[in-house]
């Protein structure tokens, strides 16, 4: 897909990395063009309406102390997923930069488990949660959320 002369803002090969909580999508940016390369997903275990909680005196619901309410395992398979995913898309389309649009839990936890290499690579962090967005919008809220750093060698 072209982008629209206001949004070509990438001289190098970029990775753009759009996520939420559950799924991910990866572009590709370079002068013009923007290309969607893969997208993964890693949902929530669906569970019983009843599952872990009670209902209290009040008829309100609340979590029992053996519920299973801690997704935080399924988030660090997740960001592992893309962290994997990022590390081969890089080196198969000799990515220069690498940009991110996530909410800030997904990209501390990426920073946390990513190679030296990719975290030199990321030149752009946007702690937004845009993945019901067409791949235009995610381009042009990257551009006007976050000032690029520069990237290390």
């Given at each position: ?21 559950v ?40 979590a ?33 930069h ?28 946007s ?6 967005e067409?791949?235009?919008t995610?381009v ?14």
């Amino acid at each position: 897909m072209k982008l629209p002369q206001e949004l070509q803002h990438y001289p190098h090969a970029t990775l753009l990395i759009a996520s939420d909580s559950v799924r991910a999508d990866f572009f590709l940016l370079g002068g013009d063009e923007l290309e969607k390369l893969d997208g993964i997903a890693l949902p929530r275990e669906p569970r019983q309406d009843s599952e872990g909680t009670f209902v209290s005196y009040d008829g309100s619901r609340a979590a029992g102390p053996d519920s299973d309410i801690d997704d935080s395992q399924r988030l660090k398979q997740f960001v592992k997923k893309i962290t994997e995913q990022a590390e081969a898309l890089t080196r198969e389309h000799d990515i220069q930069h690498v940009d991110v649009v996530m909410p800030a839990e997904i990209e501390h936890l990426l920073t946390e488990v990513s190679s030296n290499e990719l975290k030199n690579k990321i030149r752009r962090r946007s702690h937004l949660d845009l993945m019901k967005e067409d791949p235009l919008t995610i381009v042009r809220r990257s551009l006007e959320t976050v000032p690029p750093v520069e990237v290390k060698k």
